[in-house]
């Protein structure tokens, strides 16, 4: 199975303020297709998880664009250019490249 | 619009059986894979099953291969998770999530607790 790891686990960040978080895979997330199967979701208390970023880099629909993904092969990056209250909760990463689909830990980020 | 609703978590004895429902409505089952992810109490998401479109392909998570079956009813728009012998490890809300061919998941839904117990 393909090991999803992300860092920080937590991360206190300042309104107003750029914040970034990384995920690692243990195997490479580029299919034959072209495309590289990674995406974030954020998960808010008491709410379901919803889709950012999807296939490295492309946001989905109502998607702020303050997030970004990049990356390539094993290494991605999700980045909130300026940190809005809205957007503490739990980061996840997640790798659609080969069954089992597997998840980062989630990255925690709330308000300084 | 697209809408997941599940039901049917609630607390079973270890060994016994549970079927999931997830209505639909904004898209058709038949036309894209399908999956469940769970998230035990306070942990991260796990997923656990997936069924392709065109219903010839199933994939399971090892730790539920043979106690569980993902099935859809193509006529009323549902999607199910047969969920039997238990244990207390499959404790958890059970989302059903839509996933377009592309390895990723665009629409969840609210969840449904699952709850093994004595």
């Known amino acids: 199975d393909i090991v999803m790891t992300q860092t920080p686990l937590s991360s206190p960040v300042t309104l107003g303020q750029p914040a970034s978080i990384s995920c690692r895979s243990s195997?490479?997330?580029?299919?034959?297709?072209?495309?590289?199967?990674l995406s974030w979701l954020h998960q808010r208390p008491g709410q379901p998880p919803r889709l950012l970023i999807y296939?490295?880099?492309d946001r989905f629909s109502g998607v702020p664009d303050r997030f970004s993904g990049s990356g390539a092969g094993t290494d991605f990056t999700l980045t909130i250019s300026r940190v809005e209250a809205e957007d503490v909760g739990v980061y996840y990463c997640?790798?659609?490249?080969?069954?089992?689909?597997?998840f980062g830990q989630g990255t925690k980020v709330e308000i300084k | 619009q697209v809408q997941l609703v599940e039901s049917g978590g609630r607390v079973v004895q270890p060994g016994g059986s549970l079927r999931l429902s997830c209505a639909v409505s904004?898209?058709?089952?038949?036309?894209?894979?399908m999956h469940w992810v769970r998230q035990a109490p306070g942990k991260g998401l796990e997923w656990v099953a997936c069924?392709?479109?065109?219903?010839?392909?199933?994939h399971y998570v090892d730790s539920v291969q043979g106690r569980f079956t993902v099935s859809r009813d193509n006529y009323n728009n549902i999607l199910y998770l047969q969920m039997d012998s238990l244990r207390v490890e499959d404790t958890a809300i059970y989302y059903c999530?839509?996933?377009?061919?592309?390895?990723?998941?665009?629409?969840w839904g609210q969840g449904t607790l699952v709850t093994v117990s004595s």
């Open positions: 997640m790798q659609g490249a080969q069954f089992p689909f597997t």
């Open positions: 069924l392709r479109f065109d219903e010839r392909i199933q």
């Open positions: 296939k490295t880099s």
């Open positions: 999530v839509k996933g377009p061919s592309g390895g990723y998941f665009d629409y």
């Open positions: 195997q490479s997330l580029a299919r034959s297709d072209g495309n590289t199967y």
């Open positions: 904004g898209f058709s089952v038949s036309s894209f894979g």
